[in-house]
Nanobody, 115 residues
Framework: QVQLVESGGGLVQAGGSLRLSCAAS????????MGWFRQAPGKEREFVAT????????TYADSVKGRFTISRDNSKNTVYLQMNSLKPEDTAVYYC????????WGQGTQVTVSS
């Protein structure tokens, strides 16, 4: 089992920045990747970004490329999502996930961007 705890969500004006964190605990030794999805009201959950746990390969959704940066701290089993130039359409609940054999999800953190 892997437990994920997200933090860093909140309310920000358009053009502002937020940094999300996701700390993993439990059986993290077999984690191969971590990342973020988001779900806006009335919409399906969509991919945002992912990072491989070995090496530094990152992948982003087209909608966030150039604005969001995913990074990790292996020593803390933590992944971060730096979100810059936020837009109202970025408003959603952001979910952290970890792939460790199975896929584990965090509880989600709300990000609201006002216009």
């Amino acid at each position: 089992q892997v437990q994920l705890v997200e933090s860093g969500g909140g309310l920000v004006q358009a053009g502002g920045s937020l940094r999300l964190s996701c700390a993993a605990s439990g059986r993290t030794f077999s984690t191969s990747a971590m990342g973020w999805f988001r779900q806006a009201p009335g919409k399906e959950r969509e991919f945002v970004a992912t990072i491989r746990w070995s090496g530094s390969t990152t992948t982003y959704a087209d909608s966030v490329k150039g604005r969001f940066t995913i990074s990790r701290d292996n020593s803390k089993n933590t992944v971060y999502l730096q979100m810059n130039s936020l837009k109202p359409e970025d408003t959603a609940v952001y979910y952290c996930y970890a792939r460790s054999g199975l896929v584990y999800w965090g509880q989600g953190t709300q990000v609201t961007v006002s216009s």
